[in-house]
């Protein structure tokens, strides 16, 4: 499982930064949060796929955050995609998508569902849970968790082997947790798996100011990914427009007891981010600032 940032910049792209859009890649299927325009550019460059189980999850209806998703699927569309697209967004999301397919007048290779987005849960499987929060925004916008359900032990070979199990599916099923039988005895999965691993947690804020609903919504997250658009001494501009800097965003990640802290979503008035990491390493004792095409291994 990875993170991979494909836009970093807020508001406006610059020589080095694209608009907003992260992708977590497990198992061969990829989440994307936000995507901005020329979101489909990043994403080639990135070498994720263009055919994988996809889902898409947009934070609000700001150009910076959703115009992207047009020539998304325009691109999918021409190379041939056959995989549904699931698209989960705040109210305006169908509108804007299907005002814009049929004024474009392009059609799609694949099936497009459309999810209207309220706090709570909002998509659940066997592997993992996703879940909103209000942001505080200038708009109407969310935050999204991702809440990995725990994993099996891990499988010990040697005993395996000592119970007379042959390699092959059989391995498969107990790792999966399901009983198996041999010569009519019964194998539970737990004689040959380790103790349970705890999923993972990951926050993704969108854009929104520091507010102690989300520091409670993204409570012990391994990592939290957050705006920080500016630094300290633009406070003021951060709540006229309703960001964060980055020592709030590291005073959130701190009073939240998140582990690992990324920095994203950075104005265009700064060349580079070494400021934003300084501010927030005074606060917060493991943060990175992401920039695009980074890749950050969840383990």
């Given at each position: ?91 305006g999301i169908e509108e ?147 960001h964060s800097t980055a ?37 917060h004792s493991s943060v ?12």
């Amino acid at each position: 499982m990875k993170l991979v940032f494909l836009g970093t910049s807020a508001a406006q792209p610059t020589e080095n930064r694209g608009l907003s859009c992260i992708c977590l890649e497990r198992d061969g299927e990829i989440l994307m949060f936000d995507a901005g325009e020329a979101a489909q550019i990043s994403f080639m460059k990135s070498g994720l796929g263009w055919n994988k189980k996809m889902k898409l999850f947009v934070t609000h209806m700001h150009g910076d955050h959703c115009v992207g998703i047009l020539g998304l699927l325009q691109t999918m569309s021409m190379q041939n995609r056959t995989e549904a697209l699931e698209i989960f967004g705040p109210s305006g999301i169908e509108e804007f998508i299907g005002a814009n397919i049929k004024i474009l007048n392009f059609g799609l290779s694949f099936p497009v569902l459309i999810t209207t987005i309220k706090e709570g849960k909002v998509f659940e499987d066997e592997k993992f849970s996703i879940y909103v929060c209000k942001a505080n925004h200038s708009v109407t916008a969310f935050s999204y968790l991702f809440e990995e359900k725990d994993k099996p032990g891990r499988f010990n070979l040697e005993k395996a082997k000592e119970l007379g199990i042959p390699e092959g599916k059989l391995w498969s099923d107990l790792q999966k947790g399901c009983e198996i039988t041999i010569d009519e005895k019964t194998i539970k999965p737990e004689q040959v798996l380790g103790e349970k691993r705890p999923g993972k947690k990951i926050g993704i804020s969108g854009d929104t100011m520091p507010t102690p609903k989300l520091e409670k919504f993204f409570e012990n997250c391994d990592y939290l990914v957050f705006d920080s658009t500016f630094l300290e001494d633009e406070k003021l501009r951060a709540q006229e427009t309703c960001h964060s800097t980055a020592k709030q965003a590291a005073t959130v990640g701190k009073n939240a007891g998140v582990k690992n802290l990324i920095l994203t979503h950075f104005s265009a008035r700064y060349k580079d981010e070494t400021d934003h990491l300084k501010e927030a390493q005074e606060i917060h004792s493991s943060v990175i600032t992401a920039r695009d095409l980074l890749e950050v291994e969840i383990k």
